[in-house]
């Protein structure tokens, strides 16, 4: 059964480093997304991409952050200077209307 | 925006009896609501999901309905079983876009 897979599972950086977290969607699927879950909270929705542009975006999502599909296959979110309150699991996901996610990235900032 | 709320937030069941968890959401253009099933170090796992033209649907043990006047769902586990431990999310979609909205979470606990 296809899934979605990202890495890595766990990432430990230093506050203002720049990150990237990777995702490979489910290979048919054109709506790709990243959510985040802080430790505690809600999953919160940060960004969806459809045929390579950007197609929504939360007020999370600022300046910080990034996407890219840079190839046929992955999917990537940037964090340009992380911040301690970026620490969370970062989650993607892929799929128009039933989307279908990845056991996530840990991120950890110190 | 949309607001999803989600109770209880925690859930202890004997394992045969049945499990409801119940949400409620703020926009009425909502269409899509999906819950997921997520298990220690793993993603969230879709397991059922209904669509705003619909009243319930049932996949086995697992059950859904939706009442839109209210806007309310709800997610109905019958005879549980000890691997259904696990937290369970409801979400909903709006009329524009795909971005989902989840509630907060329900630790369900299966005691044998």
Redesign the interface.
């Known amino acids: 059964e296809p899934e979605v897979t990202q890495t890595p599972s766990h990432q430990v950086t230093q506050m203002g480093q720049e990150v990237i977290l990777r995702c490979v969607p489910i290979s048919n699927h054109l709506y790709f997304y990243w959510y985040r879950q802080i430790l505690g909270q809600k999953v919160e929705f940060l960004v969806s991409f459809y045929n390579n542009e950007i197609s929504e975006k939360s007020e999370i999502f600022d300046d910080q952050f990034s996407v890219e599909r840079p190839d046929g296959s992955n999917f990537t979110l940037k964090i340009r200077s992380t911040k301690l309150e970026d620490s969370a699991m970062y989650f993607c996901a892929s799929g128009e209307v039933e989307q279908y996610f990845g056991p996530g990235t840990r991120l950890t900032v110190t | 925006g949309e607001n999803v709320e989600q109770h209880p937030s925690t859930l202890s069941v004997q394992e045969g009896d049945s499990a409801v968890i119940k949400c409620t959401y703020s926009d009425s253009a909502s269409n899509?609501f999906?819950w997921?099933k997520q298990e220690l170090?793993?993603?969230?796992?879709?397991i059922i999901?209904i669509r705003s033209n619909v009243g319930e649907k049932k996949d086995q043990r697992i059950a859904v309905t939706l009442n839109k006047t209210a806007k309310h769902f709800s997610l109905h586990i019958t005879e549980t079983q000890p691997e259904d431990s696990a937290v369970y999310?409801c979400?909903a979609?709006g009329a524009a876009?795909?971005?989902?909205?989840?509630?907060?979470?329900t630790r369900v606990l299966v005691k044998p």
Do not use: E, S, V
């Open positions: 899509y999906p997921y170090g793993k993603g969230p796992q879709l999901d999310f979400a979609r876009g795909n971005k989902l909205t989840f509630g907060g979470g």
